[in-house]
């Protein structure tokens, strides 16, 4: 089986970072993903991660580690336009598998 | 714009009524996907196509009946729903399904909001 967990809603201040913590118990785990998703519009992707470690894309940063099942989204200089929720996704074996996602807030 | 499209983007429809979901990728992809997202719940994956075979039904009602005519286009034929129906229906492509890596990364398209009176 299956289980991804992920804090429902946080809050942040513009201009500063946030980590969104996610932690999955799967039988065959094949990598990791993120996602954004805003209100009302489609998840669009942000990051792959299958080696333990941490990949760096310009201010959205993602780190992994197998032995603990355990990723967060590093998000720093927030921006207004940040506010969305953020999908952990994890591949097992063939499949892909969503957590149930975080609502990010970014207050002025 | 993603590279994938769905239509319609809104679409209400009584119980007794057979309507058709469309989605098309223009990526070049080799397989689709259909997905179910309700308030509150996770992402609920449906159906699975690989080059235009099903590979996965997660135990969706035969209500909900897919086509996958070719690699660039899916269907999601609806009759008789219920009101719990109501969602929004994302469709997504792949490039190499099955394959680990980053090219197993899924683009979504905007999704169909259905609601089902």
């Known amino acids: 089986g299956q289980n991804i967990d992920q804090p429902t809603e946080m809050t942040a201040t513009e201009g500063a970072i946030v980590q969104i913590n996610c932690t999955y118990q799967?039988?065959?785990?094949?990598?990791l993903f993120w996602y954004q998703q805003h209100a009302g519009e489609a998840p669009t992707f942000l990051s792959y991660?299958?080696?333990?470690g941490l990949e760096e894309k310009g201010r959205f940063s993602s780190f992994l580690s197998r032995s603990k099942g355990y990723s967060y989204l590093l998000l720093k200089e927030l921006q207004m336009k940040d506010s969305a929720s953020y999908l952990c996704a994890v591949r097992e074996d063939d499949k892909i598998i969503f957590g149930k996602g975080t609502r990010l807030h970014i207050l002025p | 714009e993603t590279g994938v499209t769905q239509t319609p983007r809104h679409l209400v429809m009584g119980m007794t009524n057979k309507k058709s979901l469309k989605c098309e990728q223009h990526l070049g992809h080799n397989a689709m996907y259909w997905y179910k997202q309700s308030a509150k719940k996770p992402l609920e994956l449906m159906f699975v196509?690989?080059?235009?075979?099903?590979?996965e039904n997660n135990s969706v009602p035969s209500r909900f009946s897919p086509e996958c005519p070719n690699s660039s286009h899916l269907f999601l034929h609806l009759h008789t729903l219920q009101p719990e129906d109501s969602a929004l229906y994302l469709c997504?492509?792949?490039?190499?399904?099955?394959?680990?890596?980053?090219?197993?990364?899924?683009?979504f398209g905007p999704g169909t909001r259905l609601t089902v009176l």
């Open positions: 991660n299958v080696l333990d």
């Open positions: 196509y690989n080059f235009k075979e099903q590979t």
């Open positions: 799967t039988s065959g785990f094949n990598g």
């Open positions: 997504a492509s792949s490039q190499d399904p099955g394959l680990a890596g980053e090219t197993d990364t899924q683009y």
